[in-house]
């Protein structure tokens, strides 16, 4: 049986630095767990525009479609900011997402108890928080035609079309009930039935799929009311499940319970391929951070963590993926921080290096 292949992007900014201590997990599963992984790497964003001209080549995009699993760094940073909209460094993200047909983005919103202070709600609000919300990700509004800036009469008027198949729906229906039946089986379908046909739509077509998942306890509510209780009672929530819009809003609203972008991972799932896993890529919910590129300052949790999710969901290994969660939730409970998770009366902040080499202590402690 062949190893599992990784292809790795790590991109631009602090990319390429936390991506670095992700590579030093991995070998550490390789020397003593025996979980060998076959990896690769690329270039994407920014730096495959210096390199190439595009912000992802045809070949990178051809070993993306033939890998196991795609782990992304960061793109972007501003020295591309003035570059056509068709080459800037988000593009080469957008076109991995839609040729791999990457539908269902999973981003969890997961409270650390050492962290619980750093969120902007009340300690006893978000103790404890384990949320999951699928956002369909390759079509609606961001994909629908027509759109774009047209003369009308004589001013300009800007459109953008909602546009949702029955089938677009069902799969990423199914991706969250499947997800809900190894959580705690509930599920809660956020859209605008009220307003928006679409809306009328998805929830049809997720009751219906609902019906192949008895154990799981469906719920529907309005996308602007789930935004409130987001932030009103949290952990009334198991797995959301909402449109690329929504779930663009919803997900960064979630993200910031937790109190750090810098720990928060996320996955994108597609199709299965011929060996029943699904193509999917993984990446850290952060940006490039350049005000802090190339100083050691970065935070790798969210990449770590997201390399923890390939374990569970491209790898079928999720044993060690509960191993390396539980090290990265042992040194923040140990008190070791990187910059962006310092409070007042903290000590000196570790290195990102530093910070790896705690979680391989933690990993060493945990055999």
């Given amino acids: ?38 990896v690769s790497e690329d270039l994407v964003g920014g730096a495959a525009y210096d390199a190439h ?45 839609k040729e791999m047909d990457l539908f269902a983005n999973l981003r969890p919103a997961q409270c650390f108890d050492a962290l619980s202070d750093f969120s902007s709600l009340k300690t006893e609000l978000v103790s404890g928080l384990d949320i999951m919300i699928v956002r369909e ?41 499947e997800l809900a039946m190894k959580r705690d089986k509930r599920l809660c379908s956020m859209e605008k039935a009220n307003v928006m046909e679409s809306g009328i739509l998805w929830r049809e077509v997720v009751t219906r799929v609902a019906a192949d998942y008895p154990e799981v306890e469906l719920s529907h509510m309005y996308a602007d009311n789930g935004a409130m209780q ?7 929530f198991d797995v959301i499940y ?15 319970l937790t109190g750090s972008l810098g720990m928060l991972p996320s996955a994108s799932l597609g199709a299965p391929m011929e060996n029943g896993r ?17 100083q050691g300052k970065a935070n790798p949790c969210a990449c770590v963590l997201s390399f923890a999710m390939a374990l569970r969901y491209s790898f ?29 009366g903290d ?11 705690a979680i391989l202590a933690a990993l060493d402690a945990s055999l």
């Avoid at 987001?230 to 009334?236: D, E, G, M, T």
């Avoid at 079928?316 to 007042?344: C, F, H, I, S």
Wanted: charged share 30%; hydrophobic share 40%; net charge negative.
């Fill in 347 to 357: 000590s000196k902040p570790v290195s990102t290096s530093e910070m790896g080499d």
């Fill in 278 to 294: 699904p193509k999917a890529m993984y990446e850290p919910v952060h940006g490039s951070a350049p005000d802090i590129s190339g």
């Fill in 137 to 177: 990700l390759t079509s609606g509004v961001y994909f629908g035609e027509p759109r774009g800036i047209f003369e009308e009469g004589n001013e300009r008027v800007g459109i953008n079309t909602q546009r949702y198949t029955e089938s677009e729906i069902e799969r990423g229906a199914r991706a969250a009930f």
């Fill in 230 to 236: 987001l932030v009103r009672a949290p952990k009334q």
């Fill in 1 to 38: 049986m062949s190893n599992p292949s990784l292809l790795i992007l790590a991109g631009d900014g602090i990319g390429p630095e936390v991506m670095g201590e992700v590579k030093r997990i991995i070998n550490w599963f390789g020397e003593k767990r025996d979980l060998v992984i076959d």
């Fill in 242 to 256: 909402t449109d690329n819009l929504f779930g663009d809003i919803l997900s960064d609203c979630a993200a910031m």
């Fill in 53 to 97: 001209g595009v912000p992802l080549h045809d070949d990178t995009m051809a070993k993306a479609q033939e890998a196991d699993a795609v782990l992304l760094g960061a793109v972007g940073g501003p020295a591309y900011d003035d570059l056509d909209f068709s080459v800037k460094p988000e593009r080469g993200l957008l076109r991995l997402r």
């Fill in 316 to 344: 079928n290994e999720g044993t060690e993926a509960d191993r390396l969660e539980a090290a990265v939730e042992k040194v923040l409970a140990d008190g070791v921080r990187t910059g962006d998770l310092m409070q007042a």
